[in-house]
């Protein structure tokens, strides 16, 4: 009991820090002040007063969305002594690994800098300062000579490294159970099996409306959409972020997503918000780095050839590039296994008053990273709050899918409970796949690091989207990864090789994501 109180107030405290350093401190702040002009505020009661002034204009509400908003984002505290780095990745070897593989990338960028003889940045001169500016809306139509750069990673190399991650107190152990483990990833981690997943996702039951489901040309809207579309206005209606979240479980209504999604992220566009964008618009213009380029090619490589997504090219760039230079970012890291990479000034290599961070968000673009925000191209259409969603979603969410750590949402977790799924559930497909050289999980990494953007039909993709917002969890991106092979059992028992199962699975744009997750979790699994 005492534990838990000491926790509840180590809570307490770490939000209070949070938020005083907010926009909605100082506002709260200034609306006590004119409160205390108006007549019907009494000393004697002041306190009572103020609070119940709140509540009626609406402050109070805006507050408790920043708090669950923050309860969303930050990790339980640890104990009161535990090292900082012990909040970014508990495990000793992950945070090994996250640092060894960070080495990696900063190789590659490095030689990629060195070879092409091109600095980190560089200020624009004027002229073509000028010149960006006058093409801030029409960047698409700009064709830079992209020949040499390349990625400096891509999914595939990430996936290597995963498979070779081992807990070194098992390397020399006896646990017989374990090391049957057939699957690629080769660590001990907890993640659920399916009891456990119906009792989380329990909205997705049989007996619940869906959308995505529920709304189809063969089930009268007056059934289920009708209703479930007037409660969703009268969730914004109230402005409610804990509400929203568990509405959108349910999915959400085409019309009211962009609002609805705001909502849960707790992002309303005030005018210092557009004005922060437009500051970072001018760091852009103003200053070239040599990330600039890899988000250039990455743009052109996947969304640019993308059939539902190359119309939103220039969007993508104005978003990447601001995004490339947003410092605030850098406070993810305090919650993330991995630490952003250094720079140092030219003849000033190790002294730490001379380094920057670099790229200044702290996160270096690697293949397919631009699929991250081409799906809310449909949503937004201001640049400056595009930004702010997809910023939000970044820090919240898609980082967990590229760096290595053991959180239940983390990559590694997720690799680890998509195979265990296929083990333990569909064992003789399993089988038959690793038999022949085509483990699962080569197939299915692609679709979770890019949070199967660019792989589904967008309308199915903001659906799987939904719920990950809906939950705060990514899990459901390893769920739905083995519902697909569960779906396409037939063909893939088939096979006699890699590329033939990746032929069948090589389009996944006709599938319709919540019968399939129905059907796996409630439907066919025992």
Known sequence: MLQEESDLSLIIAQ?????????????????????????????????????????????EKKLQNAVYSELNVYPLPSHPSAPPEHLKEPL?????????????????????CTELSIPLARKRPVGEQKELLNKWNEM???????????????????????????????????SLSFRTNLGLIQVPLKVKDIPELKECFIELGLSTGQ??????????????????????????????SAAAQQYIRQGSPTALRAELWALILNISSQPEDILYYEQLKTNVIQHDLLVDSLIYKDVKLTASNDDYYFVFEDYLYQVLLCFSRDTSVLGHFAYNSASPPKSYIRGKLGLEEYAVFYPPNGVIPFHGFSMYVAPLCFLYHEPYKLYQIFREMYVRFFFRLHSISSHPSGIVSLCLLFETLLQTYLPQLFY???????????ISFKWMVRAFSGYLATDQLLLLWDRILGYNSLEILAVLAAAVFAFRAVNLMEVTSLAAAEAVLADLSTLKVMPLLQIFLFATVT
């Open 15 to 59: 939000i209070v820090q949070k938020l005083k350093g907010s926009n909605l401190y100082s506002q709260l702040e200034r609306q006590a002040w004119t409160c205390l002009q108006r007549p019907e505020i009494r000393l004697e009661s002041l306190k009572e007063d103020i609070k119940e002034f709140f509540k009626i204009s609406g402050w």
């Open 432 to 442: 038959h796949l690793r038999e022949i050289g085509a483990q699962p999980l080569r």
């Open 140 to 174: 698409g139509t700009d064709e830079p000579d992209l020949s040499l750069f390349r990625p400096v990673y891509a999914p595939k190399d990430f996936l290597e490294v995963l498979i070779n991650l081992r807990n070194p107190n098992y390397e020399n152990g006896d």
């Open 92 to 112: 000793v070897y992950m945070r090994k690994a996250q640092g060894s593989w960070e080495k990696r990338i900063l190789k590659s960028l490095n030689s990629m």
């Open 211 to 240: 959308l995505g489901i529920d709304d189809s040309t063969q089930v009268p809207p007056e059934l289920f959409e009708n209703e479930h579309v007037r409660i969703g206005q009268k969730v914004l209606a109230q402005q409610d």
